[in-house]
């Protein structure tokens, strides 16, 4: 088994943030519905930075680990490159020869081992859509 499987595995059984936060700005909800996945996401913002995210959902090994790496890749971002961020990587999973974004951890390289099954992808991409939209939810109602 290789690292980044191992880190996987390690989101996956032991998820950062995985826990629905006393105090929350913007909260979004991702369902993959051709398999069931399903992640809410829990937003602390302050001062146009993303201070917290958590999540709480049930899926995949693919689908939990991704979560988890996002919410401990994601804390303390700005909102912009937050929203920069997810943009890149989501990119990068949904593109077949897609190349990774520069600068990104261990653990959302190891997310790349998902393209050897096509089929998984959703489920890895599940909750950087959710942050997605959720981000686009934040600046909606922010006006």
Not at 28 to 51: M, P, S, W
């Amino acid at each position: 088994m290789n690292q980044g499987t191992k880190n996987l595995l390690k989101h996956y059984k032991f998820p950062f943030n995985h826990t629905v936060p006393a105090q929350k700005n913007v909260s979004f909800t991702a369902v993959n519905r051709a398999c069931g996945d399903q992640i809410a996401l829990y937003a602390v913002v302050e001062q146009h930075t993303l201070k917290e995210l958590f999540f709480q959902g049930k899926g995949c090994l693919y689908c939990i680990a991704s979560a988890s790496v996002l919410c401990q890749h994601m804390k303390n971002k700005e909102l912009q490159e937050a929203q920069e961020e997810v943009k890149n990587v989501r990119e990068w999973l949904l593109e077949s020869d897609g190349k990774p974004p520069e600068g990104v951890s261990e653990e959302i390289l190891a997310l790349g081992e998902i393209k050897t099954y096509p089929t998984r992808i959703p489920c890895a991409d599940l909750a950087w859509k959710g942050l997605e939209e959720l981000l686009k939810k934040y600046f909606l109602t922010e006006k």
